[in-house]
């Protein structure tokens, strides 16, 4: 009995550490992953089905919730990624020493390990069937941490305090709360049909950019994002156009990881 109580007190303890680590929330990756489920090729949703039993959306956030088990642990470091001088880096050589969950190696960098993961899959008929399963769950999540300002790590973006209306918060929380701070009544499916409107074209342009070109792509949009959020000021009382901007770059975001884990689960089951 003993044992067992603590076991349980363990895995609260873990569950609640992981909340402070999470990218765009549960609801926020479950976004993700339901514009990548609305654009997948009839093989691939197939073979989603094979192997998940569920859509991409219902493990969005499997990761996050496995990372500080034991059996995962090792996963614990993959949800970033450090870059610097146009190289990437550990998340400590970015200059992101307070992150608690930055790489600390290049191995451990989630582009590194998703392109791992990737390329293990294209071998999936060889592969255990639970091995596929855990590789599509790990990376359904880490194609969303990919695109997540605050997942991408370079000097001057360590986690910085912030306040809402008097109430003490950090950049990270307010990254995570993002769909729900600007979406609050609208639904993952809602989203998708009201901003997911690309031409086969743009889609196309979209997806032939690679996981590392990703990253720098991004990362002028994400430096961005620390200009807007003025940790001087309370949230509340930045200019309205700043937050306008910010709900303008998490949207975009979440668009562009959706099609892109689409794309990459296109291409390994084509």
Known sequence: ????????????????????????????????????????????????????????????????????????????????????????????????????????????????????LVEQLKDYKKLSDSAVVVNLKCIIHIVGDMHCPCHTLFDGTKQFNMTNRGRKTDFHTYIDGAFTRFHSRMTSDEFCHKYCRLTKKEVKELCKVSPEGWIWENADTFRECYKLLDPSKDYHDLPEQNKLRMKEITDEMLVKAGYRLANVINEIFK
């Open 1 to 116: 009995m003993k044992q067992a109580v603590k076991v349980l007190v363990i895995a609260i303890v873990a569950m609640m550490s992981v909340c402070n680590a999470y990218a765009w929330s549960s609801t926020g990756h479950s976004t993700v992953a339901h514009i990548a489920d609305q654009n997948l090729t009839p093989k691939a949703r197939k073979m989603c089905g094979k192997y998940l039993g569920h859509s991409l959306a219902y493990y969005a956030s499997w990761l996050d919730r496995w990372r500080y088990s034991m059996e995962y642990r090792h996963t614990s470091r993959w949800h970033a990624v450090g870059i610097k001088d146009g190289k990437i880096v550990s998340g400590h050589m970015a200059g992101a020493t307070s992150e608690g969950f930055a790489p600390l190696t290049v191995e451990e960098q989630g582009i590194t390990r998703l392109n791992q």
